[in-house]
C-alpha cells in the first residue's frame, strides 16, 4: 500500500457480481448451479465450461462489488484515509473489466498501477447464492501473471521507494516472491519503513512454507486469522503442536527479525472472539474483544478479514495505538458485514459502493439474511504500499 498524510477519519481476480433481488423474486438459482456444474456451498477454480458462467450473470439483474484480499484491504485502508493515499499494485488483462477498474478505483481515491496482461483476461468471480449457501467459482487469469519486471520499471520503483508502508497479501507467495521480497528488503533498508504480511489463507503455511518463511525475518507487522496460525504451527513440526493461539502468537513475534529497531506486532483474529495481539519482548500477549453486532444485521461475512486488515493498517499509518488500531480493523470489518461483500459503503460515503476486483454476485436474498462464510478465499493477494503519513497525536 502506498499512504499520504492523512487525517483522523472514519489478489485477486478483480471483479465480482451479484444479481440483486428482484421483485417479484425470481426463478430459483438452483438451475444456474446445475447448468455450470457448481455446489451449492462451494469455492473452486474455474475451468472451459465456465468462462461462460460470467457474461450469463452480467446479462442478468446483477451488481458489480470488489473482492481479492489485497484489493479489499487497500480499499479499505483507502476509505478510512485520505484520497490518493493507497497504491494497489496487482496485473490485470486488456479489458473492459480493467478499465471498470481503473475508473472505480479512481472514484474511491484508491491509486492503481497494474501491469497489463496481454493474453489473460482480468480475474473474475462468480458468486451464486441460493438459501443460505454461497457458490463461488474463481477465475484467476491475470492475477496469476504479476511480473518483478513491472515492479522494477523505473517510475514504479520510484514509487515502492517513496512509500512507507508494504502491504503484502499471502496469496502472492504463490505468484511472484521475488516481488514479495523485494518490498519486504526496501522496507527492511530504512527503520522508519513497514513491512506488513498477511498469512491470508492456511493452505500458504501448508504449502508456501518456505516462500513463506523468507518472508519472516522482514515482518514489522503480521495479520492472519486462527486457523491459519494453526496451519501455520502445525509447519513448525513437534515444538508447536498442542500450543493455543496465544502461545503461537507470541511464538511468532518473537521470532529472528531484521530491522532490530522495530519490535514485530502479532495480530491474530478469532471471529467473534476476542482479537489476540503479541509484541515481540513483552511477557504476554494482549487480548481486544470484537465489536458486538446482531445476527439479523449480518448480510455476508466474505472479506470481513481483508476489511478489519484494512482498518487495522490505516490505523498504523495513522499513528494509532495499537488498541486503536484494532478497534479500526473491528470496525471496518462490522461495517463490511452488513454488506454483500466488502463494499465500504454507508450514507456519508454513498460514491464507494463499487471497487475493484470483480466479483460477480447472483442472489435471489435479501440484504438482510445471513449467509455463510466460503469454504476457502481463492483470490490472490498482490501488494498495497502507502505514503507519507500524519504524526499521532
Sequence with gaps: MVSSSPPSSRSDPPFWAKKIPSNPPAPSDDATLQKYNLKANDAILAEESHMSLYPDLLSRNHHLIAGGAAQNTARGAQYILPPNTVLY????GKDDYAENLRSACSAAGLRVEYRVDETQPTGRCGVVITGNNRSLCTHLAAANEYKLDHLQRPEIWDLVKKARFYYVGGYHLTVCVPAAM???KEAASDPQKVF????????IPQFFKEPLAETSPYWDYLIGNETEVAAWAESQGEALQGKGVREIAM???GLKKVNEARKRTVVITQGTDPTIVA????KEAREYPVRTIGKEKICDTNGAGDAFAGGFVAGVVEGKSLEESVDMGQWLAKLSIQELGPQYVNSCNP???????LILYHTNLPPSSQIPPPQTNLLQGMMILIFQHRSAG
Excluded at 499494485?89 to 490485470?92: K, L, P, Q, S
Excluded at 506488513?196 to 493452505?203: C, K, Q
Excluded at 509484541?279 to 513483552?282: A, I, N, Y
Excluded at 460514491?351 to 476486483?357: E, Q, R, S, W
Design 251 to 253: 511464538h511468532m513475534a
Design 196 to 203: 506488513i504480511m498477511n498469512l491470508s489463507a492456511p493452505f
Design 279 to 282: 509484541v515481540q519482548g513483552e
Design 351 to 357: 460514491a464507494l459502493t463499487h471497487a475493484p476486483p
Design 89 to 92: 499494485i496487482g496485473c490485470v
Design 182 to 184: 523485494a518490498l519486504a
